[in-house]
C-alpha cells in the first residue's frame, strides 16, 4: 500500500510543462503509467511530483483524489 504524503520527508519538485515538446514527454509518460497499472491490475494513479528517489513519486490516485507515494 502507498504511504501517505505526511509521511513523506524528501525534496519534491512538481512536474510542470514547458514547452509543448515537454507536454508531449509528459503525455506520454502519464500514458504509459496508466497502462502499466492496468496491466499490474493496480489502482490507476496519475504521477505530479517527482522525489530526490528514482524509486518513489508522488501521485494522484484516479478513483479517491488521495495524493499518495509510490
Known sequence: MPATLEAVEHELSLLQV?????????????IGHLIMKCRLKQTPTLFIVSTESEQEIVSLCNFTGEIILE
Open 18 to 30: 514547458w514547452s509543448e515538446e515537454d507536454f508531449v514527454r509528459l503525455q506520454d509518460n502519464l
